[in-house]
């Protein structure tokens, strides 16, 4: 059975039938829809199935609009609405907590170095603890006469018996140097996080513990500036 032209609704032989855009048309009906003008396979443009001339295909592109006052205003309402919800969206959610962050492989990597680097630390301050006494280094450095203990004074009942004062027991000792793993620097190196340490190009690199396979912890003997390092950066002394 012969389809119906899509433009007279009437049958459409073989002879002068034009199948385009899912429909049929007599050749003579395939035509812009604006201006009538004949089209064929070649000069057509299709737009939501209806067939177009070059001149009269419908534009798809956006129409700017002028910044009238009223658009203008309508505009600084819309941002003025925009800001009355944020402020009512952060009062609801104020105090509710903190977002939960996944636990990437990254962010394991990072816990893990830096739970590393308080353990290396709290090791370093109880070995400086330990040698420095209980009490803690003081304040500001004794004088000779203020650093010598005082001499023991025997009361009057302990003098009849001629009680022997304690010796008076010499200043602990400092602690003692270094004994860390040494490396040097042979390329210069600027921190990129506030956990890493700067150095330059030959610098002596004190106490090395090694962390991972790329990453080392230590101390610049020249600035006196300790924490993470790259390890392809150094060399072992």
């Known amino acids: 059975m012969n389809p119906l032209c899509s433009r007279c609704n009437r049958v459409v032989y073989p002879t002068e039938k034009v199948n385009c855009l899912d429909k049929y048309w007599h050749k003579g009906c395939f035509s812009c829809e604006v201006c009538k003008m ?32 009223e658009n203008l205003r309508l505009k600084q309402q819309s941002k003025m609405q925009s800001q009355v919800l944020y402020k009512e969206e952060f009062e609801k959610n104020k105090g509710k907590g903190f977002s939960v ?35 803690g280094p003081p304040p500001h450095p004794l004088s000779p006469q203020q650093n010598t203990a005082p001499a023991y004074q025997p009361s009057a009942a302990s003098q009849n018996y001629h009680f022997e004062p304690e010796p008076v027991r010499p200043a602990a000792a400092g602690p003692p140097p270094s004994s860390g793993k040494r490396y040097r620097a ?22 090395v513990q090694q962390i991972d396979e790329g990453w080392m912890y230590g101390r610049v003997e020249r600035t006196g500036q300790q924490g993470m390092l790259p390890a392809n950066y150094v060399e072992a002394i």
């Not at 996944?102 to 330990?130: C, G």
């Not at 030959?202 to 106490?207: A, E, H, S």
């Open 186 to 207: 042979v390329y210069d190196y600027t921190a990129a996080d506030e956990d890493e340490v700067s150095f330059l190009d030959g610098d002596v690199i004190m106490d």
């Open 38 to 69: 004949t089209l064929n396979m070649k000069n057509y443009k299709g737009f939501e199935k209806r067939p177009y001339c070059n001149a009269h295909y419908p534009k798809t592109s956006f129409t700017s609009v002028a910044d009238t006052p």
């Open 101 to 135: 962050v996944a636990d990437t492989p990254e962010l394991q990597r990072i816990k893990k170095t830096q739970d590393q680097i308080s353990n290396i630390k709290y090791h370093e301050d109880f070995e400086k603890s330990r040698m420095g006494g209980e009490g």
